[in-house]
Structures are given as structure tokens and as C-alpha cells.
């Protein structure tokens, strides 16, 4: 089985034109993972659990972001240079990795233990989900990789403070939807990111939300291959990384008179995961654009936005002087 997930991990981080094998790729670890763990992305079974940060999603919903197989390759990819940076970093040490929002599969360091020895790397696996945390354990049970976790932790990560004394020298969320909403990334993010080391790396590197003004028709149609959408840039309002990790700050924007037929404003999402590699419009569900809100009755006016935190997180506006 590890054999076979070898060759599919070495698609994932070493053939980004492969749409195929990396699409058939990422079904046969979901059929390999969903067996050895007991949890399968198709069964939904399970609930959401609702925080003071945001939404942790459920077990199942969790195993079924492998299944965006550009997603899970751009991440492993950046994953397995953040680690390669790390070795140079920290030569001759054990490489202490937390991975905050493991889900059920640890799907975001579990293909990596075919490329990665333990004696280099020690996983602390956390999830808020205990059932999430029992599926894990199975899985890694089942393959024979407990030697690679360090500790299984069950906690928020949004509060988790790493004990006294211990290092972690790569930390890990994948916790958010498209605009940063519902999930608790960016407060996970500012919890954790103060507690790396200085030369500690944080993935994904960064998330930046941008505004855009596009045709009413393209937020409701399909993007079609070859055919590039009008589109009128309004520039970033937010972003969070390694860099940065401060809350967002209340941004307002100039809506043009013309709109050229603009006439909604979408955010989008890019996210580097570490170094070059970037998901953007068209890899995945996090970089679907967000409507935020029409501007066809507002052209010349101030939209004021302002990043909502709490337990349901994500971006909200107000028209004013």
C-alpha cells in the first residue's frame, strides 16, 4: 500500500501538468485512506462543530478536500519545500511539524511519509474533532506510520499554545473556504503564527483577499476556457501570512463612475502556500470568487468593508461618505 502511495505522492509533487494522473491520484488515496481509516468523503455522517473562531468542519467534509487534487498538490508541494528550507535551517535536527486541522487523513503531511524518514521529521497531529483525531490514529495504525506523530492532540487551534520549551518548527492550517469565510483561519493564523521560531515557517505563506469588479453575467456563468472576463481591479484589502499576522483592517474603497458593465463586486482569493507555489482563480474551491455585494445603483460612492470575526467569520460592507 505505502508503495502505491509513493508513486502517487511523487505525481502530486513532481508533475504539476498531470491533471489526470494527479486527478486519479488523489481518488486512489481517497480510497486507500477512506478504508484504513474508516472514513469515507462520499458518507456524510457527521456534524460541523461551531467555535467561538469560526466553523470547524466535519470528519467527512475534512477527507473530501483531498479529492481537489490541485489543491492537495499545490500545498504538498509547498509543504515539501517548506521542509526542505527547514533542513537547511535546522541541519541535523528532527524537523517538529504541527499541522493544526489534520482532519481524519492528515491529508496534507500523510503522502509525505514515502519521502520523508521519521528520524527527520516528528508530527503533531491536532484536530478539535475527537472523531477526527480517532480516524487518524486508525489510519496511521493501519499504514504503520505512528513512529512519525509525536502526539495525537485534541484542541482549538485558534487558543492552542505550544507547551513550554517545545519547538515546532513547521506549522500547518488548511481551516478556511473561499474569502475567508465561516472557518477559523485567520484566527488560527494570529493564535500560532507568534509561536514559530525565528526561522520557523508557517503554510500556507500567505492568503490575500482582492476586490474586483465584474459583469453581472460572469457571476453567474461559468468561467469559460480561453475567454478572459472583464474584470476592474480595486486592489487587495486584506492579507495574512508568515509576514503578517494582524487582524484586518476596516478598508474602503472608490467605486468608479464608470464600470464599463461592472456592476458586481467579487472577492478573490490567492494563496501561497510556500515559495512559488500559488492557487489562484481556477485551481480550486478556495479560489472560487465571492459576491460581496452589487455596485450597479452605487457608482462614484464609498464602499466601507470590514473583516467580521467571532463565529462567523468573513467579510461585510456598508455604503456611506
Known sequence: ???????????????????????????????????????????????????????????????????EYERTSIFLRGIYKGIAQLKLNYPGQRLHILYAGCGPYAT?????????????????????????????KKLYENLELNEYVA?????????????????????????MQNALRYEPQVNIMMNLIPQLPAH???????????????????????????????????????????????????????????TEGCDQLNLFTDIITFDDEKLTLGNCTLNIPWQLTPVGEHKGEQLHIHYRMGVNPGFECDWGE
Open 1 to 67: 500500500m505505502n508503495a502505491n502511495i509513493r508513486e502517487i505522492t511523487e505525481t502530486l509533487l513532481f508533475e504539476p501538468r498531470n491533471y489526470e494522473g494527479m486527478r486519479d491520484g488523489v481518488n486512489e488515496l481517497h480510497r486507500l485512506f477512506s478504508i484504513a481509516s474508516g472514513v469515507n468523503a462520499e458518507s456524510i455522517y457527521d456534524d460541523d462543530i461551531y467555535l467561538p473562531s469560526g466553523m470547524a468542519i466535519s470528519p467527512t467534509k475534512a477527507a473530501h478536500c483531498l479529492l
Open 108 to 136: 496534507l503531511l500523510t503522502p509525505l511519509t514515502t519521502f520523508l524518514k521519521a528520524d527527520e521529521v516528528a508530527f503533531h497531529l491536532l484536530d478539535i474533532n475527537a472523531d477526527a483525531i480517532d480516524a487518524a
Open 151 to 175: 502526539e495525537w492532540i485534541c484542541a482549538d487551534a485558534a487558543t492552542y499554545q505550544v507547551p513550554e520549551g517545545a519547538i515546532m518548527h513547521l506549522m500547518i492550517s488548511e481551516t
Open 200 to 258: 520557523g515557517v508557517f503554510i500556507p505563506h500567505e492568503i490575500t483577499v482582492s476586490a474586483k469588479l465584474v459583469t453581472v453575467e460572469e457571476t453567474w456563468k461559468p468561467i469559460t476556457t480561453g475567454i478572459q472576463p472583464l474584470r476592474i481591479p480595486l486592489g487587495p484589502i486584506y492579507s495574512i501570512g508568515r509576514e503578517n499576522a494582524a487582524p484586518a483592517r476596516d478598508i474602503t474603497l472608490a467605486i468608479p463612475e464608470n
